[in-house]
């Protein structure tokens, strides 16, 4: 077996590991779990990490099991966080855990013929017919109250962080260690990887499989480090909230921009842990990256791969044309873009709406930009003005210029922008006469 840990450290993958998980991943193929957590009917950026673990280990020839938690989702995991969740109805969880399981469909093949075909499973299906005495008597008993206080998900949450924890809460470990013992006994799957938050729950499940089982059973543990921006924001979120890997949250333009417009520190990591690309050509993208900034090789190539990875090509080259079209100097090309890409390279700009009474009646420049709130006062936009700095559709207009329907795009939108940098949109509202 090739090395994994190798290549996953070089990338800055690897966080806590178990002793001996190497050695067993260097052995033989090792049948190895990740858990996704079914808060939404979509996964945002932040589960890239394990997606892409996942698809390592079948590229490296492990067999990957991606588990959908039907059954933990109904507690909510307490790791990293102050407070209690919300508990989801069961109606609302069955279509999370269907939407989750329809994103990890495309990244890997749960119907292939391989040996070491990835699987798809749902811990609802084995957790559903347990009962609470079996679990107390079969699971409880194998665990100390101890061992499990001693977890710093619950030490943070007894310390007084938040409003304490709840006794389900308190037992989330113990079913996540389930999970493992069952997949052990079921898949005989010897791994289980997550993020760094996870470590305490998962080698619960290391001391589950071990005490559950006859002596000598093995059990191994891994994990990755959470990703963070380098002035230590948390990483995965936009100015509008998280960034998602389905278009219908998150369109692949602004999927794209996202990558694009990483800094070149964070850039120079994220380019080894979202992408496939190997080490001497991460290593001479980065030299070239270095040497010339301003062109940001690097910040083009992740968001290309990325948008290829979790879209497709064709996705890819959509989001590019129009990125090339919005920074040209003229609007032509922008004109030229399908209403619907128009309204998702706009989705980021600040708007404003204004009337179809207010646009057929014309409407000054100034109150174009002190109106809408997109400058403070009618003073500061005559400045600009003066100044040469107000463009309506990438023009540059003086104070008398008054904005008509003759100025909208597709029918509907008009871009504005003072000096270079700051861009903002109008959008007009068309009412129609009701049949």
């Not at 977890?151 to 006794?167: A, P, Q, Y």
């Not at 600009?384 to 909208?408: G, Q």
Request: net charge negative; hydrophobic share 35%; glycine share 6%.
């Amino acid at each position: 077996m090739k090395n994994i840990i190798s290549e996953l450290q070089w990338r800055g993958l690897v966080h806590d590991i178990m002793p001996g998980t190497e050695e067993q991943l260097l052995k033989e193929m090792t049948t190895t779990y990740i858990g996704f957590d079914p808060t939404s009917d979509s996964l945002h950026i932040g589960s890239l990490v394990p997606i892409i673990l996942l698809v390592h280990l079948k590229n490296f020839g492990h067999k990957p099991i991606a588990l959908v938690g039907g059954a933990t989702g109904m507690i909510g995991d307490p790791s990293g966080k102050s407070d209690e969740r919300n508990l989801l109805d069961e109606a609302t969880l069955n279509h999370n855990v269907e939407g989750i399981k329809s994103v990890l469909s495309r990244f890997l093949d749960f119907n292939s013929n391989e040996i070491n075909a990835p699987v798809l499973v749902n811990n609802y299906d084995w957790m559903k017919n347990l009962s609470f005495i079996n679990f107390a008597r079969d699971v409880g008993k194998r665990i100390t109250v101890n061992y499990m206080m001693a977890k710093d998900s619950v030490k943070k949450r007894l310390s007084g962080e938040g409003e304490g924890m709840s006794f389900t809460e308190f037992t989330y470990q113990l079913i996540q260690g389930y999970d493992f013992y069952h997949l052990h006994k079921e898949y005989n799957c010897l791994l289980q990887m997550g993020g760094s938050d996870q470590w305490g729950n998962i080698t619960t499940g290391t001391e589950l499989v071990r005490r559950m089982n006859s002596e000598g059973a093995k059990a191994y543990a891994m994990t990755c480090p959470l990703i963070t921006k380098a002035d230590g924001s948390k990483f995965g979120k936009s100015e509008g909230g998280n960034v998602w890997l389905t278009a219908d949250k998150t369109s692949v333009y602004k999927f794209y921009q996202f990558w694009l417009n990483t800094t070149d520190v964070d850039a120079e990591k994220y380019i080894k842990i979202f992408t496939f690309l190997d080490k001497e050509t991460i290593d001479t993208l980065i030299e070239e990256h270095q040497t010339a900034p301003h062109l940001r090789v690097l910040q083009r190539r992740l968001a290309e791969e990325l948008t290829v990875f979790v879209h497709s090509k064709e996705e890819l080259e959509k989001a590019q044309k129009a990125s090339e079209a919005f920074f040209k100097p003229t609007i032509d090309d922008l004109k030229t873009l399908p209403f619907e890409t128009l309204e998702e390279i706009f989705e980021s700009l600040p708007t404003a709406k204004i009337t179809q009474k207010e646009i057929e009646a014309g409407y000054s420049i100034v109150d174009a930009f002190s109106k809408t709130g997109f400058l403070s006062s009618n003073n500061e936009v005559r400045r600009a003005l003066k100044e040469n700095a107000i463009s309506v559709n990438k023009v540059k207009v003086s104070e008398d210029f008054v904005l008509t329907v003759d100025n909208l795009i597709h029918g509907r939108f008009i871009l504005l922008q003072k000096g270079k940098k700051n861009q903002y949109y109008i959008d007009v509202e068309f009412s129609f006469p009701s049949n």
